[in-house]
């Protein structure tokens, strides 16, 4: 029989919980577990204190802990299914998503996740169904409402997602998913004031790490975008937040340098952080702290992989190394993939990204200049080379979309199709700049369009950064979307338009573009207003043909 203290201790373990003291909790739910490994409550408070932390790996652990003692539970099902798509585990969400469901069709968290599943392997009308059916049933559920809103928004139907927000909020004023997708619907559209505010409006008290931190996030891209950059930097530096989706967590040696402390006479290293094109976007900070009045007294610096021969190049003298990343229980985890630094490591580290507060307080601190990244000159001069044999005309190298295109990014990125205007530029001819799989793209251009985008021989466009690079600086302009190759050519001072959509946080709501003031920028006005967009393009490009 259970003891009153065990009782005790569940129940104040629970009221932890509610008051998302999640260390608290999971304190509490291992005492109890060492008293008696067969209580699934506390198997579960341990499981729900790790997933609301973040960690995805602890809280599988106790999951199937719980899961174990009573297999049927519902509620352990729908965390499994919850922890494999934090996981990336579509599949095996859905198997959890279906055992819930059996003992509760009408279940609509479980419903839920089981769309989202069913969506991660790519079956989005798989996953619209299972949702219309259960609201054909369940036409009050708010929460299915919400998910198909959000299903609805990825596929960038815009108008029918705000329907299902609308009618979530209808049933549930004050349900907090719907409130925060509604908001950030808003912030896609371009109506950024508008989503700020109704960000704001949500109530952080009560919401878990992981929501609160997402919750930030969103404010921050909001603030940045509206120019408020004083806000934006500080909600910004969530990114790193342990209980941030996707946020990593750095082992360096050292101590991490924090903000408030004096970079000036630090012993400092850089770490380069989020994907590669942030990664070149932010190593914009560096030349200031060579040669500034925030100049630390070492700096050494920890790049990507194939970014670090094009470093050594651009900042000489200064130690150059590789980072690599590794995920383990759904958290990333950034290293320092090389031996000791020259002279041992540095006493501290910082994110790239934590001295943008200081060095970028306002967008007077950007400076002007045409380049901080030197891309190899020998090979420049072998790019010119062979487009003088194979390009004839203005020689423009494109870039249309991102690595990452799943979800709601994509609809940050008009349809290849929407470029004709451009490609019907007379006396141009297209060099292709784009990596990943883009052949439908380019045999759509010469079956359709009836022009030929060319493929530059013998370079691998993922892989070899530094030929990218040189390219980029060999052709008279580069045209395309922020993406990392985008962010290297302009970066090294190549001719960039970049081509954006109304919510990019990166534009700092400035009328040029920050981050590299030589690029000239074409940005919608509205969600989906791309033929606008690329007219304009056309219109500047034939201007730079006749000049």
């Keep these: 029989m259970r003891g009153a203290g065990i009782d005790a201790l569940l129940g104040q373990a629970l009221k932890h919980l509610d008051e998302s003291r999640t ?24 499981a729900l204190a790790a997933e609301a932390s973040g960690d995805l790996t602890g809280a599988l652990s106790a999951y199937e802990s719980a899961l174990a003692l009573d297999p049927e539970d519902a509620a352990l099902l ?6 494999a798509l934090g996981l990336g585990m579509a599949p095996v969400a859905e198997a959890f998503s279906r055992r819930a469901l059996a003992g509760n069709t009408d279940d609509a968290e479980a419903v839920c996740l089981l ?13 619209v169904e299972v949702l219309s059916a259960h609201l054909t049933e369940r036409p009050e559920s708010p929460e299915a409402w919400n998910a198909l809103g959000l299903l609805i928004a990825d596929r960038g139907d815009l108008a029918s997602a705000q329907t299902f927000f609308d009618e979530a909020l209808r049933l549930a004023p004050t349900l907090t998913p719907a409130r925060f997708n509604a908001a950030n619907l808003l912030m896609t559209r371009g109506e950024t004031g508008k989503a700020l505010a109704a960000l704001e409006r949500i109530p952080q008290t009560g919401l878990s790490p992981r929501d609160r931190a997402t919750l930030v996030f969103s404010c921050a891209c909001a603030r940045l975008r509206l120019g408020d950059l004083s806000g934006g930097w500080r909600d ?11 946020s990593a967590n750095f082992d360096i040696p050292g101590r991490q340098w924090r903000r408030g402390e004096p970079l000036k006479g ?3 290293l850089l770490v380069g952080e989020q994907g590669l094109g942030d990664e070149v976007m932010f190593a914009g900070l560096i030349p200031e702290l060579l040669d500034g009045p925030h100049a630390p007294a070492s700096l050494a610096l920890a790049v990507e992989p194939r970014l670090v021969s094009l470093f050594q190049r651009s900042f000489p003298g200064v ?3 590789s980072h690599a990343t590794q995920e383990t229980g759904g958290r990333k985890v950034r290293r320092l993939a090389t031996g000791d630094l020259e002279g041992g490591h540095p006493k501290s580290w910082a994110p790239m990204a934590d001295l943008l507060p200081d060095l970028r307080p306002s967008i007077a601190a950007f400076p002007d200049r045409d380049r901080f990244l030197e891309a190899d000159p020998g090979r420049v001069q072998a790019w010119r080379e062979w487009l003088a044999t194979d390009a004839p005309g203005l020689r423009v190298g494109l870039l249309w979309k991102s690595g990452l295109m799943s979800g709601s990014r994509s609809n940050a990125f008009a349809p290849f199709e929407a470029w004709a205007p451009v490609l019907g530029s007379p006396g141009v001819t297209f060099v292709n700049l784009q990596y990943g799989d883009c052949d439908e793209e380019i045999a759509f251009a010469r079956d359709t369009l009836g022009v030929t985008i060319r493929t530059p021989v013998g370079l691998d466009l993922k892989q070899d950064l530094e030929g990218v690079s040189a390219l980029s600086c060999a052709l008279d302009l580069v045209i395309g979307v922020s ?4 962010n290297l050519a302009a970066a090294c001072g ?18 040029a573009y920050p981050w590299y003031p030589r690029v000239r920028m074409f940005a919608s006005r509205t969600f989906g207003d791309w033929e606008s967009v690329f007219q304009s393009v056309a219109e500047a490009l034939a201007e730079r043909g006749a000049g």
């Design 115 to 127: 769309s989202r599943a069913l969506a991660g392997q790519g079956q989005g009308d798989g996953a």
């Design 266 to 268: 630090a012993d400092l």
């Design 23 to 46: 260390e608290a909790a999971a304190d509490l739910a291992r005492k109890v577990i060492a008293q008696d490994r067969t209580s699934v409550l506390a198997w579960r408070i341990l």
């Design 494 to 511: 190549a001719p960039a338009w970049l081509i954006t959509a109304p919510d990019a946080w990166t534009t700092l709501g400035a009328a």
């Design 319 to 321: 130690p150059v190394r």
């Design 483 to 486: 993406n990392a190759s985008f």
């Design 236 to 246: 910004y530096a969530v990114r790193n937040d342990p209980g941030f989706p996707g």
């Design 78 to 83: 729908k965390g499994l299914a919850r922890i």
